[in-house]
């Protein structure tokens, strides 16, 4: 599957993004997805996961209540909605995905596919 992330901006602190992350070349909905984000020197950090059906989901402590993950299966796009936005949420955030057997595992490492990355900058 191919996957391309959609949404990247710069913004103040406090404010919002939306990330999009289209996929194509194979069965959206047999893929568990998830967002994970890098800052440069500080390595690559697990964000958000959603399950197959949707109805699971996963957040990193740093995007509990600001951030929610959720999928359009009928669009075969995958979103990542940012709210209340800090200096420290600044990276490169890329869209993953890995195949789950189970349509409600929520696939937090071991991703097969990658996005080409997104860049979220917020000042304070």
């Known amino acids: 599957v191919q996957l391309q992330a959609f949404g990247g901006g710069s913004v103040q602190a406090g404010a919002f993004l939306r990330l999009s992350c289209e996929a194509s070349g194979d069965t959206f909905s047999s893929y568990g997805m998830g967002w994970v984000r890098q800052v440069p020197e500080k390595g690559r950090e697990f964000v958000a996961a959603i399950s197959r059906s949707g109805d699971s989901t996963t957040y990193a402590d740093s995007g509990k209540g600001r951030f929610t993950i959720a999928r359009d299966d009928a669009k075969n796009t995958m979103y990542l909605q940012m709210n209340n936005l800090r200096p420290e949420d600044t990276a490169v955030y890329y869209c993953?995905?890995?195949?789950?057997?189970?349509?409600?595992?929520?696939?937090?490492?071991?991703?097969?596919?990658w996005g080409q990355g997104t860049l979220v900058t917020v000042s304070s």
């Open positions: 993953v995905a890995r195949w789950t057997w189970s349509e409600n595992d929520v696939p937090t490492q071991g991703y097969e596919y």
